[in-house]
T-cell receptor, first 115, second 114 residues
Framework: EAQVTQNPRYLITVTGKKLTVTCSQN?????MSWYRQDPGLGLRQIYYSMNVEVTDKGDVPEGYKVSRKEKRNFPLILESPSPNQTSLYFC??????????????FGPGTRLTVL | AQSVTQLGSHVSVSEGALVLLRCNYS??????LFWYVQYPNQGLQLLLK??????LVKGINGFEAEFKKSETSFHLTKPSAHMSDAAEYFCAVKRAGGGNKLTFGTGTQLKVEL
């Protein structure tokens, strides 16, 4: 089944404790992206990747890192999480870099709480 | 830069009634427009999209939307609401030639009452 998977689905952590949220897609998509969803703000893009070893900042990149060492995986790294990073995170992918008409497929989300 | 405005963060309808969720966009170039639905505790699922061609777009689950350039709108409608339509709906825009970047509206929570 074609899908985007994220792990973990739920995570409670404490301020400053490094964490990684994994994202994997099995559709051989070139483009991958991370969003955070906050009430009243919709989804905002954190980072995106056009292909392996090609990543760039989105609208709200502060406090986050990403890597794209393999085409299928795009982990989101919080080196020193803070309470303002408590949010619902979504990974998404689409077929082609620059594919403006392509559909983005979303993972199930990771609910992160930073105490 | 493009942006999306969704009027009404919460909409409530009776089962069987018309669903109308509003979306207006601003874009300096022709936009590509999308509606996504998010059911509780799930990711976003594409309902429909407008890229080029026919301005009335039909999607899944009986939803449709019409691209009206003169009104800069892309409202989502469904003739008869069902309880299973209760979810959050997001309108999103891409700029033609702007690559993959999706800009989302703030979402509309649809409640369907008996």
């Amino acid at each position: 089944e074609a899908q985007v998977t994220q792990n973990p689905r739920y995570l409670i952590t404490v301020t400053g404790k490094k964490l990684t949220v994994t994202c994997s897609q099995n559709m051989n998509h070139e483009y991958m992206s991370w969003y955070r969803q906050d009430p009243g703000l919709g989804l905002r893009q954190i980072y995106y990747s056009m292909n392996v070893e090609v990543t760039d900042k989105g609208d709200v990149p502060e406090g986050y890192k990403v890597s794209r060492k393999e085409k299928r995986n795009f982990p989101l790294i919080l080196e020193s999480p803070s309470p303002n990073q408590t949010s619902l995170y979504f990974c998404a992918s689409s077929l082609r870099r620059g594919g403006t008409t392509d559909t983005q497929y979303f993972g199930p989300g990771t609910r992160l709480t930073v105490l | 830069a493009q942006s999306v405005t969704q009027l009404g963060s919460h909409v409530s309808v009776s089962e069987g009634a018309l669903v109308l969720l509003r979306c207006n966009y601003s874009s300096s170039v022709p936009p590509y427009l999308f509606w996504y639905v998010q059911y509780p505790n799930q990711g976003l699922q594409l309902l429909l999209k407008y890229t080029t061609g026919a301005t009335l777009v039909k999607g899944i689950n009986g939803f449709e939307a019409e691209f009206k350039k003169s009104e800069t709108s892309f409202h989502l409608t469904k003739p008869s609401a069902h309880m299973s339509d209760a979810a959050e709906y997001f309108c999103a825009v891409k700029r033609a030639g702007g690559g993959n970047k999706l800009t989302f509206g703030t979402g509309t929570q649809l409640k369907v009452e008996l």
